[in-house]
């Protein structure tokens, strides 16, 4: 491992921190929106989930709070486990993005990226509804079919490429990303099958 590993591990990391910590903003005909951050999402999911089509209260509704509680104790607890330390989770995902890493370091801070990366798209799928699927095939970017993710207290072998039918396919090695209008052809590439209502 050398130094320039460790910048683009410090560098992929520090990107996938900020999707989930970081307030979302969304411009539309000059006009500028705010939402807050996925994560306090996620939390405010917990203590009131959304309504969904079912009604207040219905069985949707008790999915998506049990799903979005699930969640957040994983992503609370895998933090406090990486940092060595209570805290609150935002702050502590910071910190592991400043601290001092070493270059032989830089596989767990990609490991660790890619399950920041996951957990954004999870609360994503939750908050909105999306389908998602793995991709067993190898990126067409980087040739990895495989990386290791932190899971419930474990490391977890899971194929490279994530599909969010909303927001794209993106690779948790290398990070590379084909939006949803780009499925086809990615399919393609792969030598596989569209998802159904994604070409």
């Known amino acids: 491992m050398n130094d320039e590993n460790l910048l683009h591990a410090r560098r992929v990391l520090d990107d996938a921190v900020h999707d989930l910590c970081s307030v979302q903003t969304l411009t539309v005909n000059g006009d500028r929106f705010t939402a807050p951050c996925l994560y306090v999402q996620l939390c405010e999911a917990v203590v009131a989930p959304p309504n969904r089509p079912d009604g207040p209260g219905g069985r949707a509704s008790e999915n998506l709070w049990l799903a979005a509680a699930d969640l957040r104790h994983e992503i609370d607890s895998s933090v406090t486990a ?98 949803p209008s780009h499925f086809e052809h990615l399919a393609l590439v792969l030598g596989c099958n569209p998802l159904e209502g994604t070409a």
Do not use: F
């Open 82 to 179: 990486w940092i060595g330390r209570r805290g609150h989770t935002m702050s502590l995902l910071q910190d592991l993005t400043v601290a001092k890493w070493r270059p032989q370091d830089s596989a767990m801070l990609m490991t660790w990226a890619a399950q920041v990366a996951v957990w954004a798209d999870k609360i994503s799928e939750l908050l909105d509804g999306s389908g998602h699927a793995e991709v067993k095939a190898p990126c067409p970017e980087c040739g990895i079919r495989y990386v290791w993710q932190h899971r419930d207290g474990e490391d977890v072998k899971t194929p490279a490429l994530h599909i969010n039918t909303k927001r794209g396919c993106t690779c948790l090695s290398c990070k590379s990303h084909w939006p």
